[in-house]
Each structure stands twice: as structure tokens, then as C-alpha cells.
């Protein structure tokens, strides 16, 4: 709600007219601004008292600065600021919509579709706002703004300016509000990290779900203690969105997920389709899910070797989890532990159905072929005489080695596969000794575990090399050097293990918390002794689609000459490979024929749109193919092509990586010759 602004109130600030106010707090007030070409923004203008100080003005600063570097996912962008003016102020994209407090005021406690995506908003921007490096220190149902039912975070990042000047806060004084403050924001001796909004994301989703706080007491000081000291009243919530808040609840920081795995969590568990109505929201949470992680190498490979003891060690490596698909969360607990084998589940390719009246292709999860030949999707290792393991590319395959530690997993594609999913890989044990071993589900260091060994084939759940509720049944398909296919199906919580289309174990996929997450491939030394080998082959990991409409897309590894437009992940030079997803490029009236859109949609008059396959493959590329460009200054705009061939002009391979590289996932025509590409060229966007 906007209100008059008092007399003493500035009429502008630099480029800015203020119109009204819009709120006040602890830092200052909040105006309803009007920027130069006439949108609305909301200015932030700090207190006079705090304008005299350097060392806040110095901090103010350098907080905008890594605010403004935050990408727009379910944040309110910062647009400008002025560290330097009489009273500093901060320009942020204005919200016009009710806070999560306002909401539940009026409306009530959430539930269902509605509470999931606040769940997810909130997710999202905690990943963004951390993936750059910025801590918010006080998020609460207040900073939590809805526009056109998205929830939007703001105030991230600058109470850091106020908090750290110490001056401006007494010992007995800190930024924030105490029932969303960590057990840590207590201590004098500790700064609050990441893992501090984490927990006040827990406290803010039981607060939209019960109405009250998880802690809540009779004043802050008896909220604090209840904090420190208490378990989080959680009655009123349940399913796995009551598991996620429990743990981000933890009195311990090292305790509690990061924000990118409660979002892969979230996104990675949605049986219900919660968010089919919110597509805005699910592209930013896919989006958010890519951006820069806290941990710059989530795959732990086991870089730091151990050494073998008497009793087998069972290190597997684990990866935080990427989306790539539009899984998302589930509101149904999972089922008990892994059980006995039951009737066999069926996979198909194309077997959920759609949603009645939807008419935009979908699809469950992602989808990866490599045939690991070369690096692409997995990367290679080197062997070091103190290294735990290396993977290496050699025969058109994939060679994962243990050496200081009894298991090495070989980092993989980041996708993240939720509900049905159908794992194919042709398999070889390479030394008597050896397991091969697909993961699946892997979150951090927990997932499923399928053992193919010389003797026996078996499955159970690994929660950090400690395998619980393993089956096994023998085996002699996998004497040494013999490759065999195998493929696990993961049909409604159940998983079934083949070998060469023959159906070996099934078991039920019993852990609420791991409804999805990376698949990854590796090797168990089973034995204690020596080096252990296992190879991999022509990878493919599929999800069931969801499109009411079939929607063909190139087979880039088909025979003969295919051409297609792709998202393009990456291009190696050096291993001659590139990782690529077919896409559809269309005309917005090309888009709704496709799909028997009706010509009045909006969608049909877009330029031009894109269907995404959320398919990735991995493709071997030649020596020297031709790289071409649609953007040359000296042409005069005479190497645009077609809109589906791409730009036409050649272009040196230092510039076509340097376009690459500014361009992450552009998109480029590709051309390949019995699945072998060719050509590369960049796409002209109008």
C-alpha cells in the first residue's frame, strides 16, 4: 500500500521523482519511485545517521555492488544506487503485490500448489542470491513480495552494510527479526553464512503453511531460547515438504542443506504437477538450479586418497543435484525400506498422460545419450600414483579405476532425474576384482546402488558408503571382459535391474528425501586387493515425456546427413565432441500449427519460439568442422542464413569459443554426418 509522502520527505532523489511511501524500516524508508522513462521503482533511502560514516557507506557499496550481480530469479533486481549521495539510497524493481505476511493475514495458512511454490520461490532466490556470492541475514515473511502470484525476495544482501559497521549495532543488538534467526546469529564469535537463510527459509515455509512460527514464544527472549535449545514445532505440516523443513530446522549450520539442494529437492519431487500452473516460476527455478553453486565442485572424486583398511570402505563419491528437466516435488510421503522383488514394472518412453487442455509439449525429466567415447558428458581423470581412482576414454569407452580408495565414481552430467526414468548402459567388469556400479538418485552422498559384479548383481540404498537394505542374487553373466547391457527401470517407486532384457532384481525406492537426483557410474573394488576396473558404453538415460501433442525432434545421431537447431552446451576441440540438446525453432505461427494452437493465442504472434527436447547428446565432431557466424562486422548482414541454418560466414575456432562463451547454451545450428557433426554455426536471434 502506497502512502502520501510527509513534508519532510524528498520530492527526488538523482534521476528519481518519489510519489509516495511505500514503508519504513530499520534502515531507512522505502519510496514509490519514478524512473526516468516512467516505470516504477521502489527507493530505498537510508538513514541520515548512518550517512556520516565511511566504513558503512564503504561496505554499503560493496554490497550493491554483489546485489546487483544477482540474477533475476524470484529476487527483486537491483537497478541502481548512489553509496555517495547525502543519504545513500538503493533502486530496486518495484513488486506491486501483497508480502507472504499480508497474505496470510487475510487468507490464512497455505496449502497444496499454493505452499509448494512459495516453498520453490523462496528456493530459488536463496540459490541465486548465494550462487553470487551474497548472504541475505534477513529474510522473513515480509521480504517475501507476490507478483502475479510469483513470490519475489527482496532486501537481499544489504543488512550485511548495517550488521558489520559495528557502531550502529550494541552488543545486545543485531540485524533481523528473532524468530528467523539461526541458532548461530546467537553467538557473538560466528558470522552468519548461507546456511543462516537456509534456516530461515524453514522457519518462513512453516510460517506460511501453520500460520505461527516453528519457535515461537511469549517474547524474543524465550524465542531465542526455544531456537537454541528446542525441536521446531512443525504440527500442521507434513509430507516430504515437513522432512525439508525439519533439516533446514537444524540446530547445526554443517546440518542443513544448501539452497540449490532444498531446490533440486523441491523440484526434483513434484508427482502432482504443483507448478503446471506456474510456468514462470518453474523456468525460474530451472534456471536458478544452473547458476553458480557455493560449492564450485559439488563431485567429490576422492581427491584426498585414504587408504585401504582390512574392513571394505565403501567411499562413494556424491554431487549435489542439478536440474535439468522439469521434475519438481512431491506431496506424498515415500514408501518403507527396500523390500523384495514384486511385479515387474513396465517402462514406457512416452507413457504419462497428459493433463486435460494443455497444449504446451512438457516433459517429466531429462534425458542424456553419450556413447562415451570420448569426454562430454562424463569428464576424464588422470591416474596419479596418490590419486583414490581415475576415469579414462580409450576403445570407445569408458574406464573407471579404483586406486587409493576402494570405490570411484567418474563425475557425470549435473541432471537430475525425478519419477519414471530408464537407465541403459553396455557394461564390462575389466579385472577380477571389480564392480561396476551404476548410482541412481544421488543426492549429496546418499542415492540407489546397483552392483554388477563377476559373481553376484545387487542393489541398496548408499548413504555415504554405508550400504543398507542390499539384495543380491547370483550372477555369472559378468565374467571378465564379457559386455553385457543393462538397464535399470524406474517405474512408481520400484526399480527393476536387467541384464541383456532379462529382468535379475527389483526392489522399492523407499526414502522420501530421495525422489530424485543424478545418476552416476563408477567402480567398487569388491575384493581389497589391487586395482579395480570397470567400462562403460553408450549411456542413455531416459524420462517418459509429457506432450499432448507428438513433437518430433532431429535424431542427430541417425544415418545420413541431419540437420538441427540446438542449445549448445559445450564444444571441445581437443576431444572433437560436443554436448547439445535439440531444440525446435519456429515462427510463432509455425509454434501454434505444430501444437493446434488456436491462431487468437498471444503465442502466435511471438517472432519466433523455441521447444526444448530436454534431451542432451553427446556427439563426436570432426576434426575440423566448419564453423560459421550470422555476426560480421564487415559483411553488411550478408551471413545471416535461413532461420534454421544459422550464420553462413566462416568464423575462426578462437571466436567461435569466444561466442561460446558469452553466449552459455546459445543456439547453433549443427549439421551431422551419421552422427558425426560437421558443421557448427551460430544462430541469428532477431
Known sequence: MTRPLWPADPRRLGDYELLGRLGEGGMGAVYLGRAPGGGLVAVKVIRPEYAWDTEFRGRFRSEVNRAREVPGFCTAAVLDADPDHATPYLVVEYVDGPSLREVIKEQGPLSGGTLHSVAVGVATALAAIHGAGVIHRDLKPENVLFSLGTPKVIDFGIARALEVTSRHTRTDQMVGTVS?????????????????????????????????????????????????????????????????????????????????????????????????????????????????????????????????????????????????????????????????????????????????????????????????????????????????????????????????????????????????????????????????????????RSGYRASFCTKQVRIGMDNDGEVTGEQATPSTAFRLGQTHRVAIAVINEAAEVSVDGAAVLTAELTDPLLVGGRVQLGALNDENSGDAGAAFANAELRSPTVSPQPVQFADLNGKGEVSSVVKLYSYDPVAHAAVVEPVLYLSGPDYCTLLKIEPTDARCEQETTIVESHLKVTLPVVKQPALTTWDDPGSEGDCIGTMTSGGICPIKLAAFAKWLKAEPQGLAAVTTDAGVATRLAEMYMP
Open 180 to 444: 528467523y534467526m539461526a541458532p548461530e546469529r546467537f553467538e557473538s564469535d560466528q558470522d552468519a553464512g548461507p546456511p543462516a537463510d537456509v534456516f530461515a527459509w524453514g522457519v518462513v515455509v512453516a510460517y506460511a503453511a501453520t500460520g505461527r512460527t516453528p519457535f515461537r514464544a511469549d517474547s524474543p527472549a524465550a524465542t531465542a531460547a526455544r531456537i537454541l535449545t528446542q525441536p521446531p514445532n512443525l504440527t500442521g505440516l507434513d509430507g516430504p515438504l515437513r522432512e525439508l523443513v525439519g533439516r533446514a530446522l537444524a540446530k547445526k549450520p554443517e546440518d542443513r542443506p544448501t539452497a540449490n539442494e532444498l531446490l533440486d529437492l523441491l523440484l526434483a519431487t513434484d508427482s502432482r504437477q504443483a507448478l503446471a500452473e506456474r510456468p514462470e516460476l518453474r523456468r525460474a527455478a530451472e534456471a536458478a538450479a544452473h547458476t553458480g553453486r557455493l560449492r564450485p565442485d559439488p563431485v567429490r572424486t576422492d581427491a584426498v586418497p585414504r587408504r585401504r583398511r582390512t574392513a571394505r570402505i565403501l567411499a562413494v563419491a556424491g554431487a549435489a543435484v542439478v536440474l535439468a528437466g522439469a521434475g519438481l516435488f512431491a506431496t506424498e510421503p515415500g514408501r518403507g525400506l527396500l523390500a523384495g522383488p514384486r511385479a515387474q514394472p513396465t517402462f514406457e518412453e512416452t507413457s504419462a498422460a497428459p493433463p486435460a487442455g494443455k497444449t504446451q509439449p512438457r516433459v517429466q525429466g531429462a534425458s542424456v545419450i553419450d556413447p562415451l567415447s570420448r569426454p562430454g558428458q562424463w569428464k576424464q581423470t588422470r591416474p596419479t600414483e596418490d590419486s583414490a581412482g581415475w576415469c579414462l576414454f580409450g576403445g570407445g569407452r569408458l574406464l573407471a579405476t579404483t586406486h587409493e580408495s576402494n570405490v570411484y565414481t567418474c563425475a557425470g552430467p549435473t541432471d537430475t532425474f525425478a519419477g519414471d526414468q530408464r537407465i541403459a548402459v553396455d557394461v564390462t567388469v575389466a579385472t577380477p576384482n571389480a564392480c561396476a556400479v551404476i548410482w541412481f538418485r544421488v543426492v549429496d
